[in-house]
């Protein structure tokens, strides 16, 4: 009977402590910590991670969905105007389209980045992408608080 309750006291020990570090897991749900984004371009490596401290606006767009493009547009906009940052990322197939539609809709290219074919699915899955083309919000904490913004939610923070 003592080894009984001594395992079980034990037991709820650890389970206090451990319930103290808890933190949220990375899920492309809101509510939860946005999944982490690696992204190398031209300019060197950047992860989502070092932008905490502020809001941020992650886009995945793809020029196969023009209303994607638009938004992503308007979007780097407005979290340039609104003091946020702005991820893009581009599910094309083709990099060279990417990089033209770049110039062509005068992004910043420090925080644009093509995703390659092989890396796609995993980011889908990991964001949970019901489609090619969705945006979230995520606070200066890392945590995802929006899917989906429109230009007024953008402007009111």
């Known amino acids: 009977m003592t080894k009984s309750l001594f395992a079980l006291a034990t037991l709820a020990i650890l389970l206090v402590f451990t319930s103290a570090y808890y933190t949220t897991p990375a899920d492309g749900r809101v ?11 031209s ?7 070092q932008l905490r401290g502020s809001y941020v606006v992650v886009t995945f767009w793809s020029s196969v969905h023009p209303e994607s493009r638009i938004d992503n547009m308007q979007q780097a906009r407005l979290a340039r105007l609104n ?24 992004l910043r290219s420090t925080l644009q980045w093509h995703c390659d074919s092989a890396s796609q699915d995993k980011i889908r899955r990991t ?26 939610d953008l402007a009111q923070l």
């Not at 509510?31 to 371009?41: D, E, H, I, K």
């Not at 003091?83 to 005068?106: C, F, I, P, T, W």
């Not at 919000?137 to 913004?149: A, H, N, S, V």
Request: net charge negative; with cysteine; glycine share 6%.
């Open 31 to 41: 509510g939860y910590q946005a999944p982490s984004l690696t992204m190398t371009t």
């Open 83 to 106: 003091g946020m940052k702005h991820v893009s990322v581009n599910m094309d197939e083709s990099e060279a389209l990417y990089s033209q539609l770049v110039n062509v809709d005068n």
């Open 127 to 152: 964001w949970r992408q019901e489609s090619e083309y969705c945006s979230f919000l995520i606070d200066p904490k890392g945590r995802i608080i929006q899917k989906d913004p429109t230009p007024s």
């Open 43 to 49: 300019d060197g490596t950047q992860s989502l991670s």
